[in-house]
């Protein structure tokens, strides 16, 4: 059993809060992403589980096992790195028996697990060879099988892909799941990249200064985020935004009256997903001045405003609204968000 | 895991910091206790005979004008030779490394190679006679030809502390991006211009080192006079050597080293200063 | 008509490109000449023998050499005893200040502790100083201690000298090598110190062997200390000061060509890492 608990961690450098008692549990054989903008705390959470920086409090067990203080070789982990760390000196194949070699396990082992994570990862034909001698998307395919070929517990990886440019990324990611999920590893993912969060994960943690903001599966994060950050974050394009007056517990959109949630005040925050909405005839519909009309083949994409904010929505390519128009749009009730225009936290809606 | 045992990195410094205040830091004091006591008393005593000394003067002179005249030649010429190396794509390698070599002579083989010139019956009065400027052999390193003896090893020093000058600003140059410059050329700067207002204060650093260096070591310039005019030329460390191995007065020559450790720091800080390093304004 | 208006067009900013470079190549080979022809010169002299000197007016060709005179000097008494001193002086200064800097130099580049900014200046500091002079107070404590006229006391005050610029050059090294394989070691079940053995040494080594090669020609090189600290157990180069005014003239050159030989060398086998060095050094 390999689940991982992360009690209270707290890590502080001075006077900055880098992480502000952090605490996740991630189950045996899940693939949890750490997801956030630079700074957010993620790198350190995962330096930290993996021993290479300390906390300044909590806990972190491994399997029921505290593993705080301990070294890290001793703490019965893998990691990919994010500048891949394929050690220039050594052969592709001393690279990937590294962990093995340390452990000291026999040579029949060494070259048993070297093929098979070689295989998986198809690096058979560069055994020999030394690093420099292969690109960016084969040391990353080295960096991954060196932690697959010791068979951890735990994977840690830092950004892999992050170096890989955006064709090889996308193959890359593809690659990964089918080999992570066959090993069937617990895996801890840190990533700035949604898309690779969201193909990717069982779960995310979506973290903004050093707090978790909300764990959760991908297409409840994405349709149900926690916070404004998280609606603004996740999704291309982001989560909008429109603050509305409410009265006598309803919201007008248009003719449309929506339920608002209870006790709330005279105003509330509708987040409304960009393809959340259908074209309405006005004034049954709600109002949408369109500034921009960008057709993108797949779809259309409107920037303008709605009660005069700025929002960005998505239609079928079908539709034909120009530049200018003004449109009356249907928002489908069961895929707002509403959110407390102080906390900026999402209030639960009544149930129809 | 770095913070859980502070103790490493001091552990790794000890042994450096042990040895340097042994050998640096004590004799340092040392140097300052001895120039400036006399029979374990503090005095003057002895600066007072340094000063009273006759080659005291000549030899303050002596290394002040060497200083003056060397280190400017030197960069400029290491300027010239690190802009000119910049132009070149095939042979940089080689090119460079000729003019290096100068870095692995000691002032004391520079000195005598410039002797096997500039000796009577050397190359340089071989070349002058055939080309016949001079009619016999003319003599340029004794004591009634300071002028010609000052040039001398004005050009030894020159000949030997450029490559260290050149090694440290073409380092500086190779970390100036090219996009500077052609910038500077787009925006219709000539090549004049372009050194002037890009490159120069874009190396500062490392001009700033170079000078620091070559500075504290032109007045240290001892071995290559020795070689080429022996005591016909004094300069300051030269008299200090001479008062401790000849004269066997080790507090003259104590008062000799704290004078020269003074106007070392001094140079280096007015560099320091003159020469302020911005870390805002460089790339 | 038209042909021909083309061709001057074309003609002239080419043969304005080509007479630049032409006038690139020249300066570049002026010095290079300016580097290698006294080098070459020297090298005549040491080979031409007693009557190579008198020879006038000279030539600058290589006629009448041989390696007789340079064997000739070899056999002198002295010689090869302080070859072989200088060589012990030299192997002690790379010894210690490898010992001594590297660690400090890993230190520097992998930690932040409190003092590191203090350490830095000290050894920032010693640069600002003329080292040799140091000899001076220190003959007094060596006589003392039985290392005055011994190798290992030259060896020591050399150390002086090449250990802060070791420091400084292998933290460069260090930082040369990311932090991350490092890690990466310690997570696939290496102790720190295997670490270091297994995935820093092999990758820090070319640079501490060039580091070793400078602090080797540092203590080569050195006349001030070597001459002050020695009477009997003369390094070469304060062999050869000592010497000086007595030797006939073909004997210096020979000295003088036996410095610059193992420098020559010396200098060869790291060019590659001159830049890279000075760069680090000089920051």
Redesign the interface.
């Known amino acids: 059993m390999a689940n991982i608990v992360i009690d209270r961690i707290r890590k502080s450098f001075g006077a900055f809060q880098a992480l502000k008692e952090v605490s996740l549990t991630i189950n045996d054989g899940e693939f949890v992403s750490l997801l956030g903008p630079s700074g957010c705390g993620k790198t350190t959470l995962l330096r930290i589980i993996?021993?290479?920086e300390t906390s300044t409090s909590g806990d972190v067990r491994i399997g029921d096992r505290s593993i705080i203080g301990l070294?890290?070789?001793d703490r019965g982990?893998?990691?990919v790195?994010?500048?891949y760390?394929v050690?220039?000196?050594m052969t592709v194949y001393e690279n990937v028996a590294?962990?093995l070699r340390?452990?000291k396990a026999d040579e029949a082992r060494v070259k048993a697990q070297v093929e098979k994570a070689a295989g998986l990862l198809h690096i058979e034909p560069y055994l020999d060879r030394y690093p420099n001698k292969l690109s960016g998307g084969q040391r990353q395919r080295v960096a991954v099988a060196?932690a697959l070929a010791?068979k951890p517990k735990v994977l840690?990886m830092d950004e892999p892909l992050s170096n890989l440019d955006a064709l090889l990324r996308l193959e890359m990611r593809t690659e990964l799941k089918t080999v992570l999920q066959s090993a069937g590893t617990t895996t801890i993912y840190v990533t700035h990249d949604q898309t690779e969060a969201m193909g990717l994960s069982d779960r995310i943690a979506v973290m903004h200064n050093g707090v978790v903001e909300q764990v959760g599966h991908p297409v409840e994060i994405y349709n149900h985020p926690a916070t404004r950050f998280v609606g603004g974050f996740i999704g291309n394009p982001p989560m909008n935004f429109i603050k509305v007056p409410v009265s006598n517990g309803q919201v007008a959109a248009g003719e449309e009256q929506l339920a608002a949630p209870k006790d709330v005040g005279n105003e509330i925050v509708l987040g409304l997903r960009g393809e959340a909405v259908e074209l309405a005839p006005l004034p049954q519909g709600l109002e949408m001045k369109v500034r921009v009309a960008e057709p993108m083949g797949s779809h259309l994409l409107l920037t303008g405003s709605i009660h005069d904010q700025p929002v960005r929505v998505i239609l079928p390519a079908s539709e034909t609204v120009k530049s200018g128009d003004t449109i009356g749009l249907k928002l489908d009730s069961k895929r707002i968000t509403w959110l407390s225009p102080e906390s900026g936290r999402s209030i639960p809606a009544v149930s129809a | 895991?770095?913070q859980n045992r502070?103790w490493?990195?001091?552990l790794?410094?000890l042994?450096?910091?042990a040895?340097?205040a042994l050998?640096?830091v004590?004799?340092?004091v040392?140097?300052i206790w001895?120039a400036l006591s006399d029979n374990g008393a503090p005095s003057l005593a002895n600066a007072e005979r340094m000063v009273t000394d006759i080659n005291f003067t000549r030899s303050v002179r002596n290394t002040f004008l060497l200083t003056i005249v060397v280190v400017p030649v030197q960069i400029a010429?290491a300027l010239?030779?690190g802009t000119?190396?910049s132009?070149?794509g095939r042979g940089r390698?080689t090119?460079?490394?000729?003019?290096?070599?100068?870095?692995?002579?000691?002032?004391?083989?520079a000195?005598?190679?410039?002797?096997?010139?500039l000796?009577n019956?050397?190359?340089f009065?071989?070349?002058l006679?055939?080309l016949g400027v001079i009619g016999r052999?003319a003599s340029w390193l004794s004591y009634q030809t300071p002028i010609a003896l000052f040039i001398a090893i004005a050009v030894a020093e020159i000949?030997r502390g450029t490559?260290?000058v050149m090694?440290?600003i073409?380092?500086?140059l190779?970390?100036v991006p090219k996009e500077f410059k052609e910038a500077a050329e787009i925006f219709g700067a000539g090549p004049w211009t372009r050194f002037w207002r890009i490159t120069l204060p874009l190396i500062r650093?490392?001009l700033q080192?170079?000078l620091?260096?070559r500075t504290?070591l032109a007045?240290?310039v001892?071995?290559v006079v020795?070689?080429l005019g022996?005591r016909n030329f004094p300069v300051l460390?030269g008299e200090?050597?001479n008062w401790?191995?000849q004269n066997q007065n080790?507090s003259v020559?104590?008062v000799y080293?704290v004078l020269?450790?003074i106007i070392?720091?001094a140079a280096?800080l007015i560099y320091l200063k003159a020469l302020k390093v911005d870390p805002e304004r460089l790339p | 008509m038209s042909k021909e208006t083309m061709s001057t067009i074309k003609a002239s900013p080419a043969s304005f490109a080509s007479s630049r470079r032409w006038l690139?190549w020249s300066?570049?080979a002026a010095?290079?000449a300016?580097?290698?022809v006294?080098?070459y010169?020297?090298a005549?002299?040491a080979l031409g023998g007693r009557q190579g000197?008198?020879?006038?007016?000279?030539?600058?060709l290589p006629t009448g050499i041989s390696l007789e005179p340079f064997i000739l000097f070899l056999t002198t008494e002295g010689v090869v005893q302080s070859f072989l001193n200088s060589l012990g002086a030299a192997g002690i200064t790379v010894a210690?200040s490898i010992?001594?800097?590297a660690?400090?130099g890993?230190?520097?580049a992998?930690?932040d502790?409190r003092?590191?900014d203090s350490?830095r200046l000290?050894?920032l500091l010693?640069?600002?100083?003329?080292?040799?002079?140091?000899a001076?107070?220190?003959?007094?404590?060596f006589i003392r201690l039985g290392l005055y006229d011994t190798i290992i006391g030259v060896g020591?005050?050399h150390?002086?000298l090449a250990?802060?610029f070791a420091?400084l050059v292998t933290q460069g090294i260090f930082l040369g090598v990311?932090k991350?394989?490092e890690?990466?070691?310690?997570?696939?079940?290496?102790?720190r110190v295997?670490a270091f053995f297994k995935?820093v040494a092999?990758?820090a080594l070319p640079g501490i062997v060039a580091t070793a090669v400078f602090a080797f020609?540092i203590s080569?090189?050195?006349?001030?200390a070597a001459?002050?600290l020695t009477v009997r157990n003369r390094t070469l180069?304060a062999y050869?000061?000592t010497v000086?005014?007595e030797s006939p003239?073909h004997y210096?050159?020979a000295?003088?060509l036996m410095?610059?030989l193992p420098?020559?060398v010396?200098?060869?086998a790291v060019?590659r890492y001159?830049?890279?060095i000075?760069?680090i050094s000089?920051?």
């Open positions: 993996a021993g290479l070294a890290p070789k982990l893998a990691m790195f994010q500048n760390a050690f220039p000196h590294f962990g340390m452990q060196r010791v840690l | 895991m770095t502070p490493i990195p001091y790794l410094i042994p450096s910091v040895f340097l050998l640096f004590v004799p340092l040392q140097t001895l010429i010239a030779m000119m190396v132009k070149v390698e090119i460079l490394w000729i003019w290096t070599i100068p870095l692995g002579i000691s002032d004391l083989a000195g005598l190679v410039w002797l096997s010139i000796q019956t050397g190359y009065n071989s070349l006679f055939s052999q000949w490559a260290i090694v440290i073409v380092a500086g190779n970390q650093p490392a080192s170079a620091i260096l504290v007045f240290e001892f071995a020795y070689a022996g460390v200090a050597y401790q191995n080790y020559a104590a080293a020269i450790m070392s720091l280096t | 690139l300066g570049i010095l290079c300016w580097v290698l006294p080098i010169l020297v005549l002299g000197v008198y020879i006038w007016p000279k030539t600058g210690l010992l001594l800097g660690p400090a890993y230190a520097l992998r930690y502790f003092g590191k350490y000290l050894v010693t640069r600002a100083f003329p080292l040799a002079i140091l001076l107070p220190l003959t007094v404590s020591l005050i150390t002086v250990l802060p420091a990311p991350e394989l890690e990466a070691a310690w997570v696939f079940g290496c102790t295997q995935v092999p990758l020609v080569w090189n050195e006349v001030f001459s002050v180069t050869l000061l000086l005014s003239m210096r050159f000295g003088g410095l610059i420098s020559v010396f200098i060869f060019r001159l830049f890279a000075w760069g000089s920051k």
